[in-house]
């Protein structure tokens, strides 16, 4: 009786307090609600600060067909007032958060109440999880079909396919596309605006996305086939180009009549992304009303002043429907409310309130496809793949992870599917990533998929030779015994002399903070070619490994970023298995313990 009880009071939460209160007549705005079972703090909006520097390009484009809402025959039973709604960086997580079962059931009592509502999209919406691998994103257009998105925003990772299904994907989206930044041959691809009259009111909607995409997909979809390249995101290094395209399109959008402007961005937070990020465009740009933002999973708000001094609200919109932004509108009132509701709890609202709609179907029907496409049979092996010893068992008779403590041959296809597909001087993955063995036979997605299951994305650093050496040597550390952090490599090679103890030092919390004595590591070559440790070389691996400091690896730190989030890494796996392979796994990785990449020196 009290679980009934407790569900009805948070399934009030989202149906009556985001419904019914919002539509007595006494009340004049949306209220800020935090639809979670826990209590929950919003940061308090504070002014900016901001620097960036300047240059400049013309956007180009062209207008965006205006709708009018108010000529609907059912407009005449509404109440002339609508509201926006927008979602961010959902990347597959059509179930977690709100959920889209959630985001259609507010949208359902908004619309049943009178409201005339749009929902809006800020981009990387088909990539991330095991649906979006197994339908390259198509699922999820298709499921945003269901949910009659009115556009969204190109943002980074809509490529992560590649450029042909990118382009299948927006044939088969029922709604519009739009980036005053996404350019062809200096030619925008797709409109840089939309315009809307809804409920009397013009709206117009600038969408811009991230430059850093020409890194953070990989850079050869943007390529002709002589390798030159054919897109950009207006890049420049000063800002100007980009400032430049959203304000000329806020400038159009403006004499096209829209009394309100919403910069729709694919942005973020990033201080790294400078002088791109959302601090940087808007503090440059002038005639904007609100900015709802992406790309950097961020759900801050903040106030800040544009070039002329106005104050423009900024609203992150976080990740995996975990946040739904909000902006009330009326014909006389102008921008009554605009805010987030937030969704904390780590059971999606549908799951812990019994949320069913239309879209439940869907998505179940989606999930059903994602099953049936992992049983599907993709690639061949003539050899085992593996992860523990052939032969060896521990004391108990049990496997003894070998990709933890030695080269295998699973090991060498994941490190070398890094290093082809980005195109790195070497690869690296950490033995306590690859969490499953291909059996020898037929290989289904499901098998490629589980060997790599935590969805990490690919990134490419630059980094001297000596912090590649410090980075094995931090890996070889536990070397007779297991260790996650023991690196499998590609594109080099290197000897573990084990009758050296080890010299690897950390902190409190296991991160690496140096070597006493002598090194393990040695005979460190890149190719044939000795290692130079002044050198420079590309690095290709997991962001958990050379970004986030994973397994306590800290030989990285303050590398310049040459390619940022590319894909997942089951994604590269199965490209390189696909593509490079031509769906066949052969001799070359016949041996269990690998090429010879990795020689260890038993401890006498």
Same mark, same amino acid.
């Given at each position: 009786?009290?679980?009934?009880?407790?569900?009805?009071?948070?399934?009030?939460?989202?149906?009556?307090?985001?419904?019914?209160?919002?539509?007595?007549?006494?009340?004049?705005?949306?209220?800020?609600?935090?639809?979670?079972?826990?209590?929950?703090?919003?940061?308090?909006?504070?002014?900016?600060?901001?620097?960036?520097?300047?240059?400049?390009?013309?956007?180009?484009?062209?207008?965006?067909?205006?709708?009018?809402?108010?000529?609907?025959?059912?407009?005449?039973?509404?109440?002339?007032?609508?509201?926006?709604?927008?979602?961010?960086?959902?990347?597959?997580?059509?179930?977690?958060?709100?959920?889209?079962?959630?985001?259609?059931?507010?949208?359902?009592?908004?619309?049943?109440?009178?409201?005339?509502?749009?929902?809006?999209?800020?981009?990387?919406?088909?990539?991330?999880?095991?649906?979006?691998?197994?339908?390259?994103?198509?699922?999820?257009?298709?499921?945003?079909?269901?949910?009659?998105?009115?556009?969204?925003?190109?943002?980074?990772?809509?490529?992560?396919?590649?450029?042909?299904?990118?382009?299948?994907?927006?044939?088969?989206?029922?709604?519009?596309?739009?980036?005053?930044?996404?350019?062809?041959?200096?030619?925008?691809?797709?409109?840089?605006?939309?315009?809307?009259?809804?409920?009397?009111?013009?709206?117009?909607?600038?969408?811009?996305?991230?430059?850093?995409?020409?890194?953070?997909?990989?850079?050869?979809?943007?390529?002709?086939?002589?390798?030159?390249?054919?897109?950009?995101?207006?890049?420049?290094?000063?800002?100007?180009?980009?400032?430049?395209?959203?304000?000329?399109?806020?400038?159009?959008?403006?004499?096209?009549?829209?009394?309100?402007?919403?910069?729709?961005?694919?942005?973020?937070?990033?201080?790294?992304?400078?002088?791109?990020?959302? +601090? =940087? /465009?808007?503090?440059?740009?002038? %005639?904007?009303?609100?900015?709802?933002? &992406?790309? @950097? #999973?961020? !759900?801050?708000?903040?106030?800040?002043?544009?070039?002329?001094? +106005? =104050? /423009?609200?900024?609203?992150?919109? %976080?990740?995996?429907?975990?946040?739904? &932004?909000? @902006? #009330?509108? !009326?014909?006389?009132?102008?921008?009554?409310?605009?805010?987030?509701?937030?969704?904390?709890?780590?059971?999606?609202?549908?799951?812990?309130?019994?949320?069913?709609?239309?879209?439940?179907?869907?998505?179940?029907?989606?999930?059903?496809?994602?099953?049936?496409?992992?049983?599907?049979?993709?690639?061949?092996?003539?050899?085992?793949?593996?992860?523990?010893?052939?032969?060896?068992?521990?004391?108990?008779?049990?496997?003894?992870?070998?990709?933890?403590?030695?080269?295998?041959?699973?090991?060498?296809?994941?490190?070398?599917?890094?290093?082809?597909?980005?195109?790195?001087?070497?690869?690296?993955?950490?033995?306590?990533?690859?969490?499953?063995?291909?059996?020898?036979?037929?290989?289904?997605?499901?098998?490629?998929?589980?060997?790599?299951?935590?969805?990490?994305?690919?990134?490419?650093?630059?980094?001297?030779?000596?912090?590649?050496?410090?980075?094995?040597?931090?890996?070889?550390?536990?070397?007779?015994?297991?260790?996650?952090?023991?690196?499998?490599?590609?594109?080099?090679?290197?000897?573990?002399?084990?009758?050296?103890?080890?010299?690897?030092?950390?902190?409190?919390?296991?991160?690496?903070?140096?070597?006493?004595?002598?090194?393990?590591?040695?005979?460190?070559?890149?190719?044939?070619?000795?290692?130079?440790?002044?050198?420079?070389?590309?690095?290709?691996?997991?962001?958990?490994?050379?970004?986030?400091?994973?397994?306590?690896?800290?030989?990285?730190?303050?590398?310049?970023?040459?390619?940022?989030?590319?894909?997942?890494?089951?994604?590269?796996?199965?490209?390189?298995?696909?593509?490079?392979?031509?769906?066949?796994?052969?001799?070359?990785?016949?041996?269990?313990?690998?090429?010879?990449?990795?020689?260890?020196?038993?401890?006498?």
């Amino acid at each position: 009786m009290f679980k009934s009880s407790f569900k009805r009071s948070l399934r009030a939460l989202i149906s009556i307090t985001t419904a019914m209160l919002l539509m007595t007549g006494c009340m004049d705005q949306i209220p800020e609600i935090q639809v979670t079972p826990k209590e929950t703090s919003s940061e308090k909006p504070t002014d900016a600060e901001t620097t960036a520097s300047t240059t400049g390009t013309e956007a180009g484009g062209t207008t965006a067909e205006t709708k009018d809402v108010s000529d609907d025959p059912k407009a005449a039973e509404k109440n002339q007032e609508v509201v926006l709604l927008f979602t961010s960086d959902v990347h597959c997580g059509m179930d977690k958060g709100f959920g889209y079962v959630g985001l259609q059931d507010i949208r359902d009592e908004l619309e049943n109440k009178g409201y005339t509502t749009m929902l809006i999209d800020n981009g990387d919406f088909i990539q991330g999880e095991a649906v979006g691998t197994l339908t390259k994103g198509e699922d999820l257009v298709k499921l945003m079909n269901s949910l009659n998105y009115d556009f969204a925003v190109v943002g980074n990772h809509e490529f992560d396919y590649g450029m042909d299904q990118f382009m299948k994907i927006t044939d088969m989206a029922n709604f519009p596309l739009i980036s005053c930044n996404f350019r062809k041959n200096g030619d925008l691809v797709f409109d840089p605006y939309v315009i809307k009259e809804v409920c009397g009111v013009k709206i117009g909607f600038v969408g811009v996305t991230t430059p850093t995409a020409i890194t953070t997909s990989t850079p050869k979809y943007f390529q002709n086939d002589k390798g030159e390249y054919i897109y950009d995101f207006m890049q420049d290094d000063t800002g100007d180009m980009l400032y430049e395209a959203v304000q000329k399109s806020i400038d159009e959008v403006r004499a096209q009549g829209a009394s309100y402007v919403y910069l729709v961005g694919h942005l973020g937070m990033n201080e790294g992304d400078h002088p791109w990020n959302y +601090k =940087d /465009v808007i503090s440059h740009i002038s %005639g904007i009303d609100v900015c709802f933002d &992406g790309h @950097s #999973h961020d !759900t801050e708000h903040v106030i800040m002043k544009d070039k002329d001094g +106005k =104050d /423009v609200p900024r609203f992150g919109l %976080g990740t995996k429907l975990n946040v739904i &932004g909000y @902006s #009330h509108v !009326t014909k006389d009132g102008g921008i009554v409310d605009t805010n987030v509701w937030s969704w904390t709890n780590s059971v999606s609202l549908p799951d812990l309130l019994g949320v069913k709609n239309r879209i439940s179907k869907v998505i179940d029907e989606d999930m059903a496809e994602t099953d049936k496409l992992m049983k599907k049979v993709v690639a061949h092996s003539s050899v085992d793949l593996t992860v523990n010893d052939p032969t060896e068992k521990d004391e108990n008779g049990q496997p003894i992870r070998m990709v933890r403590r030695a080269e295998t041959n699973l090991g060498d296809l994941c490190a070398d599917a890094y290093r082809d597909q980005t195109g790195a001087d070497i690869g690296f993955i950490n033995g306590g990533g690859i969490r499953a063995e291909i059996s020898k036979g037929d290989i289904t997605y499901g098998d490629i998929i589980n060997v790599n299951p935590f969805g990490d994305t690919v990134c490419v650093i630059e980094a001297k030779g000596q912090q590649i050496i410090d980075a094995l040597e931090w890996g070889a550390r536990g070397i007779p015994d297991e260790n996650g952090g023991f690196l499998q490599v590609s594109g080099m090679s290197y000897e573990i002399d084990a009758s050296i103890p080890s010299g690897a030092q950390s902190d409190d919390n296991g991160m690496c903070t140096g070597f006493n004595g002598k090194r393990r590591v040695k005979n460190v070559k890149i190719g044939d070619d000795p290692i130079d440790p002044s050198k420079s070389y590309t690095v290709a691996s997991i962001n958990y490994l050379l970004q986030e400091n994973g397994n306590g690896f800290t030989s990285f730190d303050g590398c310049k970023l040459v390619q940022n989030d590319q894909k997942l890494d089951n994604q590269i796996l199965v490209d390189y298995i696909s593509d490079t392979l031509k769906g066949e796994i052969g001799d070359e990785y016949k041996d269990p313990y690998g090429q010879g990449r990795i020689v260890i020196h038993d401890a006498a």
